[in-house]
């Protein structure tokens, strides 16, 4: 069983930053994909980013290209969320999630991810 703990949420004034954290344990890390969705209040689970298991190659959803960049540390079983310039629009329960292995036809599909954290809350003020 994979499991996903992530952490560094918080309260951010507009334009500042936050990293998030996610461990992963349970399982070979570095076959998983790992993305990064969040959820606003009233809205619908949406994909920000994430990393292919092969390659490491990033994707990243249109509201938060140039501004988030995710990471992977594979030795520490950990991925990243570095958000700069956040927008009162960024607030949101952020969720790390796992895929096992992953393409790039799947990798923003959220329904395709097998395990998924708990979430950690980012308030943005303006």
């Known amino acids: 069983q994979v499991q996903l703990v992530e952490s560094g949420g918080g309260l951010v004034q507009a334009g500042g930053s936050l990293r998030l954290s996610c461990v992963v344990s349970?399982?070979?890390?570095?076959?998983?994909?790992l993305g990064w969705f969040r959820q606003a209040p009233g809205k619908e689970r949406e994909f920000v980013t994430a990393?292919?298991?092969?390659?490491?190659?990033?994707y990243y959803g249109d509201s938060v290209k140039g501004r988030f960049t995710i990471s992977r540390d594979n030795p520490k079983k950990t991925v990243y969320l570095q958000m700069n310039s956040l927008k009162p629009e960024d607030t949101a329960v952020y969720y790390c999630?796992?895929?096992?292995?992953?393409?790039?036809?799947?990798?923003?599909?959220?329904?395709?991810?097998?395990?998924w954290g708990q979430g950690t809350q980012v308030t943005v003020s303006s």
């Open positions: 990393s292919l298991w092969k390659t490491s190659t990033t």
């Open positions: 349970g399982d070979t890390f570095s076959t998983y994909s």
């Open positions: 999630a796992a895929q096992r292995l992953g393409t790039i036809a799947t990798i923003r599909t959220l329904g395709k991810y097998n395990y």
